[in-house]
């Protein structure tokens, strides 16, 4: 079973030949080297590329553990597009196993018949902070896990009954795989605890990891939710009788969102052009992830089609917060008052701007109104989206709202300009 991966061939094709490393980073178990060693390599030979300018190292590997000493890699590697009538593509998988790697991924990018890429899947490669590492010469492409879209063009059955295995267990690769309900719950469960969590406990030395498995349960339970470390905090101290501070709550999460396994969105003031930092929405890089955390035990469909469309506009390359509107409202003694009305997501890139609500269900006019009043409250012209699980056709009603079902919506990879 191939997975067709062309959103991230195209970036990979866009930094060909820049002169940067390219660092393939995401959570674990995306699809990163599948992409790099199958995918891309495919596409260079097809382009007319010789399989022998392709060179592929996997560091994890036995046979190759003579070379995960930094001068040992280098000199192999120097010697193997020494041709300067050659231009070379250099893969490596599971850098990390080299010590200063950095320093050899650097020194490489000075021969000028060379283009390197390179993935890993510790700690250190999956964090956001490593393209710090090679100086302002390195180039991220991020994977993510499988898109609805990436997972119906292999699933073997109509896009309805997709979408709810997809709300359940997620888009890992791996995860398609799989036979048995119990074995993608047994996987997604242990590759939380055993890999994960392992890897953030052993690189950031926690002294307490049951501080951090708690706090990952808390926000898997309240996905989507606005929260801060200090309310955060009050709930250890009331529910857990724990005395774990805000700075260590933050910092937690920070090594979370570091790991990409969470995502923050921020709220932004649309009439006030203004961003307010605190409290802050949380989504799971997987929502099969967030439902294994919890022993798919809570399944509020609404917050995880929310997460999903998050992720969604994050993988189209979009900047995603969440919208703030002040209005007027009219309280029952007729005296007037100013109250916030929430947009789910602003999604905006580059001049492209759009409002999406997200709602599972929208059973009568009442329901409808809600969603409707933050998106026509914005005083501007920017297309605005609900997006909804009842199975209906798009439409666009009398007040310019384009209405889509979630599953038509995140099918057409244009539905936002539709």
Same mark, same amino acid.
């Given at each position: 079973?191939?997975?067709?991966?062309?959103?991230?061939?195209?970036?990979?094709?866009?930094?060909?030949?820049?002169?940067?490393?390219?660092?393939?980073?995401?959570?674990?178990?995306?699809?990163?080297?599948?992409?790099?060693?199958?995918?891309?390599?495919?596409?260079? *030979?097809?382009?007319?590329?010789?399989?022998?300018?392709?060179?592929?190292?996997?560091?994890?590997?036995?046979?190759?553990?003579?070379?995960?000493?930094?001068?040992?890699?280098?000199?192999?590697?120097?010697?193997?597009?020494?041709?300067?009538?050659?231009?070379?593509? *250099?893969?490596?998988?599971?850098?990390?196993?080299?010590?200063?790697?950095?320093?050899?991924?650097?020194?490489?990018?000075?021969?000028?018949?060379?283009?390197?890429?390179?993935?890993?899947?510790?700690?250190? /490669?999956?964090?956001?902070?490593?393209?710090?590492?090679?100086?302002?010469?390195?180039?991220?492409?991020?994977?993510?896990?499988?898109?609805?879209?990436?997972?119906?063009?292999?699933?073997?059955?109509?896009?309805?009954?997709?979408?709810?295995?997809?709300?359940?267990?997620?888009?890992?690769?791996?995860?398609?795989? /799989?036979?048995?309900?119990?074995?993608?719950?047994?996987?997604?469960?242990?590759?939380?605890?055993?890999?994960?969590?392992?890897?953030?406990?052993?690189?950031?030395?926690?002294?307490?990891?049951?501080?951090?498995?708690?706090?990952?349960?808390?926000?898997? %339970?309240?996905?989507?939710?606005?929260?801060?470390?200090?309310?955060?905090?009050?709930?250890?101290?009331?529910?857990?009788?724990?005395? *774990?501070?805000?700075?260590?709550?933050?910092?937690?999460?920070?090594?979370?969102?570091?790991?990409?396994? /969470?995502?923050?969105?921020?709220?932004?003031?649309?009439?006030?052009?203004?961003?307010?930092?605190?409290?802050?929405?949380?989504?799971?890089?997987?929502?099969?992830?967030?439902?294994?955390?919890?022993?798919?035990?809570? %399944?509020?469909?609404?917050?995880?089609?929310?997460?999903?469309?998050?992720?969604?506009?994050?993988?189209?390359?979009?900047?995603?917060?969440?919208?703030?509107?002040?209005? %007027?409202?009219?309280?029952?003694?007729?005296?007037?008052?100013?109250?916030? /009305?929430?947009?789910?997501?602003?999604?905006?890139?580059?001049?492209?701007?759009?409002?999406?609500?997200?709602?599972?269900?929208?059973?009568?006019?009442?329901?409808?109104?809600?969603?409707?009043?933050?998106?026509?409250?914005?005083?501007?012209?920017?297309?605005?989206? *609900?997006?909804?699980?009842?199975?209906?056709?798009?439409?666009?009603?009398?007040?310019?709202?384009?209405?889509?079902?979630?599953?038509?919506?995140?099918?057409?990879?244009?539905?936002?300009?539709?």
């Amino acid at each position: 079973m191939e997975i067709k991966r062309n959103h991230y061939i195209e970036q990979l094709e866009q930094r060909r030949g820049n002169g940067l490393v390219k660092v393939i980073t995401g959570c674990r178990r995306s699809g990163k080297s599948y992409l790099l060693f199958r995918l891309f390599k495919q596409h260079l *030979i097809n382009d007319g590329v010789s399989e022998q300018d392709v060179i592929e190292l996997a560091l994890d590997r036995i046979e190759n553990d003579h070379l995960r000493e930094p001068h040992a890699l280098y000199n192999f590697l120097s010697s193997k597009i020494s041709d300067p009538s050659h231009y070379y593509y *250099i893969f490596l998988d599971e850098i990390q196993f080299v010590d200063r790697f950095e320093e050899v991924l650097n020194s490489l990018l000075h021969f000028d018949n060379v283009d390197v890429y390179v993935t890993g899947s510790n700690s250190k /490669l999956l964090s956001k902070d490593i393209i710090t590492e090679f100086r302002g010469r390195g180039d991220e492409v991020r994977v993510h896990p499988l898109s609805f879209s990436e997972f119906m063009s292999v699933y073997q059955g109509e896009s309805r009954k997709g979408w709810q295995e997809y709300l359940i267990y997620g888009g890992l690769p791996r995860v398609l795989q /799989l036979p048995t309900n119990e074995q993608k719950s047994k996987y997604l469960e242990d590759l939380f605890k055993e890999t994960y969590l392992k890897d953030i406990i052993e690189r950031y030395d926690l002294r307490n990891p049951n501080e951090l498995s708690e706090l990952v349960n808390i926000l898997a %339970s309240a996905v989507g939710s606005l929260t801060n470390p200090s309310k955060l905090e009050r709930t250890f101290k009331s529910v857990k009788g724990s005395d *774990i501070t805000d700075k260590t709550i933050g910092a937690y999460i920070s090594y979370l969102e570091d790991a990409f396994l /969470l995502n923050g969105a921020i709220r932004y003031d649309i009439k006030g052009k203004k961003y307010i930092d605190t409290p802050v929405k949380y989504y799971f890089e997987d929502i099969g992830l967030r439902n294994a955390r919890l022993g798919f035990r809570q %399944s509020e469909y609404n917050h995880l089609m929310e997460n999903i469309i998050y992720n969604e506009l994050i993988c189209r390359g979009y900047l995603v917060d969440v919208g703030v509107v002040e209005v %007027s409202a009219t309280e029952p003694d007729g005296t007037r008052k100013r109250i916030s /009305l929430e947009i789910d997501f602003i999604a905006t890139k580059g001049s492209e701007k759009y409002y999406i609500q997200s709602a599972f269900s929208m059973p009568d006019a009442d329901k409808i109104s809600q969603e409707e009043r933050p998106l026509n409250s914005t005083g501007d012209s920017f297309k605005k989206i *609900i997006v909804t699980g009842d199975n209906v056709a798009t439409t666009r009603n009398d007040k310019g709202i384009v209405i889509f079902n979630v599953i038509d919506f995140l099918l057409d990879q244009e539905s936002l300009k539709k």
